[in-house]
């Protein structure tokens, strides 16, 4: 029997197609790869003697990175946004070690670990300044990203996540959302434990098929064992808590009915971030605004972007 999200996967691979972007694995280092997908206009098509295409150019247009949260992976999660930015913009989607593909077999398992493969990656592919979006998991990610290298991330747009995971908001996290770990929420084994996923991270409940949940498990869940371990690297402990002083601007982006990265935490951390930051709540969605609400969601984004162009120099 067919897995109709292996279907849709493949068609959705042939749409990304159309718009531009193709896959390219980059090797980070020896042991470690990462899955991206990139402006077609980089590579050149594989001659029958070479193993696979090569990168032959730099971006032609002001690049702009996708990063993924912790339930799918890169172009899963970005499917409504691809379309509308690559008319303008080059845009760069990667996997995150131990999703789509990409995997390492070092130890390490902090967000600091994936931003520093994922620059390395970047720097591979020709990226030399760049608009980082991040949603959820993948915000921690591009914080870590603008923190550690703003020579190359010159503006972030963050849509449901933190800075960093503490101590203390873990537990109150776990408290509010009923769930005695986040593994238990975010790597769910069963149809049931999926649907509740969804439902806390909707703000309108998602009717899908049992089977078609199923096929979800069967696919997106991979790596479970690291995924476990990525989650566990995501708490530090109170006193390691820091605010970076940014040099970029950094615009929050969120649906108003957020249940795990509720509103009030959003505006908190614009405060905390200080006058370079921007808030914006998109209405009638949760945490998967960017996919429940996609053209209100894109047209925020571009905006957003195009302002970040004008008060920079992503744009030479």
């Avoid at 479970?224 to 982006?253: A, C, M, Y």
């Avoid at 949760?286 to 920079?312: M, Q, T, W």
Wanted: some cysteine; charged content about 20%; overall charge positive.
């Amino acid at each position: 029997m067919v897995n109709l999200v292996v279907a849709e996967r493949l068609l959705l691979h042939g749409l990304m197609n159309m718009a531009g972007i193709r896959p390219y694995t980059v090797e980070i280092e020896p042991g470690t790869a990462m899955n991206f997908w990139i402006p077609s206009e980089t590579i050149t098509k594989p001659k029958k003697k070479d193993k696979k295409p090569r990168i032959t150019a730099k971006p032609n247009k002001p690049a702009v990175v996708l990063v993924h949260g912790f339930a799918a992976e890169g172009i899963m999660t970005w499917q409504f946004q691809v379309g509308a930015l690559t008319k303008k913009y080059a845009v760069y989607v990667p996997d995150l070690l131990f999703f789509g593909g990409s995997a390492t077999d070092k130890p390490n398992r902090s967000p600091r670990f994936q931003a520093e493969c994922l620059v390395a990656g970047l720097r591979k592919l020709g990226v030399e300044k760049c608009v980082v979006v991040g949603f959820s998991y993948g915000g921690m990610v591009a914080f870590k990203m603008a923190e550690m290298y703003p020579e190359l991330v010159l503006g972030l747009v963050i849509s449901g996540s933190i800075l960093a995971m503490s101590e203390s908001l873990s537990t109150t996290l776990l408290q509010e959302l009923g769930v005695s770990s986040f593994s238990e929420l975010l790597l769910p084994t069963s149809v049931k434990g999926l649907k509740a996923l969804f439902s806390i991270a909707a703000h309108k409940k998602l009717r899908f098929p049992n089977r078609l949940l199923k096929d979800y498990l069967e696919v997106m869940f991979t790596n479970r064992k690291e995924r476990s371990e990525l989650l566990e690297g995501l708490v530090i402990t109170n006193r390691d808590v820091t605010i970076p002083n940014f040099p970029q601007r950094i615009h929050l982006l969120w649906g108003e009915n957020d249940r795990i990265f509720k509103l009030e935490l959003a505006q908190s951390m614009k405060e905390q971030l200080g006058n370079g930051t921007t808030f914006e709540s998109i209405k009638k969605a949760g945490h998967l605004v960017h996919l429940e609400r996609p053209c209100v969601y894109n047209r925020c984004l571009k905006h957003i972007i195009a302002s970040f162009l004008d008060s920079n120099e992503l744009k030479k």
